[in-house]
T-cell receptor
């Protein structure tokens, strides 16, 4: 069974730039959620995709957007990067919508200068 | 006020000790309660899951949920140096407008000293 993978592992951007983060969900999983984890904080829910449709969003501005592909992999796009966007971005996949079955990837660490 | 409060620690205990980690919450609609373990530079790993109130035991780990007090706990018995990590509590109302959203505490950084 293949786990959740994310790429890249880390990257550095400058303020105002755009970034795309990628996630491959665990085999058999059709739901992907994205979370932002600032240093020393717990993860915060950005949004969730189920069968290629966004079906829920947290308190994040529209410059955070995403996609889910037919193979259930997913992208997180962030436009007009701000310094506060520096964080660990986590992707979690699950089979269906049961809350307890979210499996997290290792994350992408983004630094905005 | 945050929906979920968790003492960030750090917490340092000797090997073999019993560890108690706790979270309080304000949203009475939470029905699902999870504990995740996160090693440095890794993603969270699901340790325990409880639905509604009650206790759940898995090996050295015991999770307790007291919905009347809005308080959850994780106990680790016979703690090992390999248990050193950040422990995150997480909660969910279930499906809200079609999505399952986990709400996390800040995380408690735990060190087990040999």
């Amino acid at each position: 069974e293949t786990g959740v993978t994310q790429s890249p592992t880390h990257l550095i951007k400058t303020r105002g730039q755009q970034v795309t983060l990628r996630c491959s969900s665990q085999s058999g999983h059709n739901t992907v959620s994205w979370y932002q984890q600032a240093l020393g904080q717990g993860p915060q829910f950005i949004f969730q995709y189920y069968r290629e449709e966004e079906n829920g969003r947290g308190n994040f501005p529209p410059r955070f957007s995403g996609l889910q592909f037919p193979n259930y992999s997913s992208e997180l796009n962030v436009n007009a990067l701000e310094l506060d966007d520096s964080a660990l971005y986590l992707c979690a996949s699950s089979s269906g919508l049961a809350p307890e079955t979210q499996y997290f990837g290792p994350g992408t660490r983004l630094l905005v200068l | 006020q945050k929906e979920v409060e968790q003492d960030p620690g750090p917490l340092s205990v000797p090997e073999g000790a019993i560890v108690s980690l706790n979270c309080t919450y304000s949203n009475s609609a939470f029905q699902y309660f999870m504990w995740y373990r996160q090693y440095s530079r890794k993603g969270p790993e699901l340790l325990m899951y409880t639905y509604s109130s009650g206790n759940k035991e898995d090996g050295r780990f015991t999770a307790q949920v007291d919905k009347s007090s809005k308080y959850i706990s994780l106990f680790i018995r016979d703690s090992q140096p390999s248990d050193s990590a950040t422990y995150l509590c997480a909660m969910s109302q279930g499906l809200i407008q079609g999505a399952q959203k986990l709400v996390f505490g800040q995380g408690t950084r735990l060190t087990i000293n040999p």
